[in-house]
């Protein structure tokens, strides 16, 4: 049975058992991603959200053929896989721009011409969010991109614990990560939700359209500042992707959900 299969074996049969034994919380912002090197996530599922841009140019390059995806916090760590493996394209962004001497930065059309390569990617929340996962049971990169087939996922794992981490914005909250925690887990309506969760899914519940959540978040405006608005309108694409990407051993994969 494939994976698809499996999902929907779980919903028909014991899926409102799993979901209703889910505990479900969302990190906000920033600052409690720095806290989760204290946490014990052994027996959590995550899933980290960086809508504009990180997580869907990453979702966008492995649905379109990238073979692996690694993230790290510095630039300086970048450089040194580079040493390590020849032949991987170094992407990322500060202040929204593509770092000096990388070949991408992190558009998601950029991500879309490196078929068969792997990449080294920094960036200034995405990369350190999924870092900050990496004691988690499983990891998955989330987007608006692929939110049904993260929500197929979740359904086949069925997670005693889930924690959505919204990768922000600098030091802030990033009213786009928070309103794709509360869209995702509209789809666990009989989960144990934390104080958090709930905040995530009245923010969801504010905009059914997902283009105009992104566009009413800072980063959106930005961005269509920046003459990107097309960037913006491909990231609020709502499960395009029937593929979730999957970290381990600091490697980003995909699995196909279909």
Not at 25 to 32: R, S
Not at 66 to 79: H, K, R, S
Not at 113 to 120: A, D, E, N
Not at 222 to 227: D, I, N, Q, S, T
Request: with cysteine; aromatic share 6%; hydrophobic share 45%.
């Amino acid at each position: 049975m494939g994976s698809l299969g499996r999902a929907r074996e779980a919903r028909g049969v014991g899926g409102a058992k799993l979901e209703a034994e889910m505990k479900i919380d969302v990190a906000l912002e920033p600052a409690e991603i720095e806290r989760l090197g204290t946490r014990d996530l052994g027996g959590t599922h995550c899933v980290v959200l960086d809508v504009l841009r990180a997580t869907s140019a990453m979702v966008t390059g492995l649905a379109e053929g990238v073979e692996a995806i690694c993230p790290v916090t510095t630039i300086e760590e970048a450089l040194a896989m580079r040493e390590g493996c020849p032949g991987v394209v170094l992407g990322g962004e500060r202040h929204g721009d593509r770092i000096e001497g990388f070949e991408v930065g992190n558009s998601p059309f950029e991500y879309r011409q490196l078929s068969g390569r792997k990449v080294v990617t920094t960036t200034t929340n995405g990369t350190v969010a999924l870092r900050a996962c990496g004691g988690a049971r499983k990891v998955a990169v989330g987007a608006v991109l692929n939110l049904g087939a993260v929500t197929e996922w979740l359904r086949v794992e069925g997670p005693e614990r889930l924690l959505v981490v919204c990768a922000g914005t600098f030091e802030t909250l990033a009213l786009e990560d928070v309103w794709a925690a509360g869209r995702l887990l509209e789809g666990f309506p009989g989960a144990d939700w934390t104080d958090s969760a709930r905040v995530a899914l009245a923010v969801s519940g504010q905009w059914k359209d997902p283009l105009e959540a992104l566009l009413a978040s800072r980063n959106g405006r930005v961005l269509v500042g920046k003459g990107r608005r097309a960037e913006v309108e491909w990231c609020a694409t709502e499960s395009l992707y029937p593929v979730v990407g999957e970290m381990e051993g600091g490697w980003i994969r995909s699995g196909a959900f279909v």
